[in-house]
């Protein structure tokens, strides 16, 4: 588990805004943006974190500075389909208009959505009917996400670091071939690093949808729902596996 894998920082940072840990989420965002100062999905993300920390401050509204930059990144021609969702979501927390055309503009890349969101964005405009693979397989975890890591007997005879990774309150246990990561002493992510002779072509099998693919410095990352694959050129270096929300 790598602090400069960038997928890490990415995984955190969400994990970490889930559970409202606003400053652990800022600080995984803001070193995943000195890892890619470029990409667009992590500066989107970096402004919904902004605007969650002035939500949680009475004196402070992050709103207008938030939307300002998630809207610029919103013109950029490849804008990634977060920063369009989460510009939708602002905007309509606010009842500001705007927010009908994200919808309908989402809805026609319906098939590119992790599911939790293509529910959301066919509730508010009409989705083309998608028809996807069931999941032929699923990954194989040698410890449940969201059990209690202190209570967990397998994570007792594995090595907890005695030092944070990623400066943040998170646990860390090792195995040789896992890694699996704790927030506030739940397991909230497992990273499969023996995957034998898993290759890109297997991976859609453990996906109900169609995977998405976007390049980072060490690889590709595809993406399902709730997993992350890391390949490098056609073999499956790691699997990172997140709790569902």
Not at 99 to 127: M, S
């Amino acid at each position: 588990m790598e602090p400069s894998y960038l997928p890490a920082r990415v995984n955190l940072a969400i994990t970490a805004l889930y559970l409202e840990e606003i400053y652990e989420a800022r600080t995984a965002i803001e070193k995943a943006r000195e890892l890619a100062p470029d990409d667009l999905e992590i500066q989107g993300l970096q402004a919904v974190i902004m605007y969650e920390e002035g939500q949680q401050s009475p004196y402070v509204d992050m709103w207008p500075v938030a939307i300002k930059q998630l809207e610029n990144l919103g013109q950029q021609p490849n804008a990634p389909l977060s920063v369009l969702y989460n510009t939708a979501r602002l905007l309509e927390e606010r009842g500001r208009t705007g927010a009908d055309e994200i919808w309908e503009r989402l809805a026609q890349k319906v098939a590119e959505l992790p599911k939790p969101i293509r529910d959301i964005v066919c509730k508010k405009a009409d989705c083309p009917v998608q028809r996807y693979p069931s999941k032929k397989a699923t990954w194989d975890l040698p410890v449940k996400l969201g059990v209690r890591a202190k209570r967990n007997k397998t994570l007792h005879k594995w090595q907890k670091l005695p030092f944070r990774l990623f400066k943040i309150r998170e646990q860390i246990y090792q195995h040789p071939d896992v890694d699996v990561l704790a927030l506030r002493g739940r397991v909230e992510m497992v990273v499969l690093k023996e995957l034998g002779n898993l290759t890109i072509k297997d991976l859609p099998n453990y996906c109900g949808q169609p995977l998405r693919q976007r390049d980072v410095v060490s690889g590709t990352l595809w993406t399902c729902d709730d997993w992350a694959a890391l390949v490098v050129g056609s073999g499956v270096k790691e699997i990172w596996v997140v709790k569902s929300r």
